[in-house]
């Protein structure tokens, strides 16, 4: 699976953005999708994961209630709303597939480029 995510830019605090991530092949709908973040400095930290299906959603306890994971397996794609944008939210986005349920970097099967957010406050 290769992905590719995209929609990220410069918005102001309380503002919202939509990411996308693309997959190209045909197994997508196999995979649990993930979006991660990587602040400079700091080290890559989970952010949101949806199931296969897409019938389970989890999130940070930092976005819970700001952010919504979601898919689309006809299209291929995964999203991420984010509303009420925080400085703290400033980071490179990254998505993930994984064969498992999890919210460590280490057991994802694929990446994709990150996409930069950037809040300004």
């Known amino acids: 699976v290769q992905l590719q995510a995209s929609g990220g830019g410069l918005v102001q605090t309380g503002g919202s953005l939509r990411l996308s991530c693309a997959a190209s092949g045909h197994t997508f709908s196999s995979y649990n999708m993930v979006w991660f973040r990587q602040a400079p400095a700091k080290e890559r930290e989970f952010v949101a994961g949806?199931?296969?299906?897409?019938?389970?959603?989890y999130y940070a306890n930092s976005v819970k209630g700001r952010f919504t994971i979601s898919r689309d397996n006809a299209e291929n794609t995964m999203y991420l709303q984010m509303n009420s944008l925080k400085p703290e939210d400033t980071a490179v986005y990254y998505c993930?597939?994984?064969?498992?349920?999890?919210?460590?970097?280490?057991?994802?099967?694929?990446w994709g480029k990150g996409t930069l957010v950037t809040v300004s406050s």
């Open positions: 993930a597939a994984s064969r498992e349920m999890g919210v460590a970097p280490g057991v994802m099967d694929y």
């Open positions: 949806i199931s296969w299906g897409g019938g389970g959603t």
